[in-house]
């Protein structure tokens, strides 16, 4: 059964930063492309940011370029989220997703598996 666990989000100051780990149950992201999304309640998932399965490719929403970025961590089986300059708008939960394809974009319905989510809060 295909799992992911999200970890490393909780509270912090506006500026502040923050990195969100992507962990999988039962197979090895190393041949998945992997997106990070968030979805506020009552609004749809958008997505921030993803890479290819072999890491040559990465995309960013405009609202987090230069603030978030993917990386992969082979040997350590997780993919990660840096979060820097973090704003109070970027408080929602936050999902990691996973592709079979090479190349899964800011599309949620690109994605096959899900994370349950991590929650984040930009607050003084």
């Known amino acids: 059964q295909v799992q992911l666990v999200e970890s490393g989000g909780g509270l912090v100051q506006p500026g502040g930063s923050l990195r969100l780990s992507c962990a999988p149950s039962g197979f090895t992201l190393e041949y998945y492309a992997v997106g990070w999304f968030r979805q506020a309640p009552g609004q749809e998932r958008v997505g921030l940011g993803c890479i290819s399965h072999n890491d040559d490719l990465t995309r960013y929403a405009d609202s987090v370029k230069g603030r978030f970025a993917i990386s992969r961590d082979a040997a350590r089986n997780t993919v990660y989220l840096q979060m820097s300059n973090l704003k109070p708008e970027d408080t929602t939960v936050y999902y990691c997703?996973?592709?079979?394809?090479?190349?899964?974009?800011?599309?949620?319905?690109?994605?096959?598996?899900w994370g349950q989510g991590t929650p984040v809060t930009v607050s003084s």
């Open positions: 997703v996973v592709s079979v394809a090479y190349w899964g974009g800011l599309g949620a319905t690109e994605y096959e598996h």
